[in-house]
């Protein structure tokens, strides 16, 4: 099951017309931003993390 021309052309008219055509730059802007924060999120946990599981406290 892929994706040919025609459906993607609905998918982005839709867009268009769901959310208007000034705001998808700042959609797209938001989407990049919550994507970046998430794989430094990951990056620093995974660089603190080692891996023993006896860091809990009490």
């Known amino acids: ?3 040919g021309l025609r459906e993607i052309l609905f998918i982005v008219l839709a867009v268009i017309l769901i959310f ?3 705001r998808i730059p700042a959609i797209a802007k ?3 931003s919550g994507i970046r924060n998430f ?3 990951l990056k620093a946990g995974a660089e603190g993390d080692t891996g023993r599981g006896d860091d809990r406290q009490g």
Do not use: H
């Open 1 to 3: 099951m892929s994706l």
């Open 20 to 22: 208007g055509a000034r």
């Open 30 to 32: 938001g989407i990049g």
């Open 39 to 41: 794989k430094g999120s």
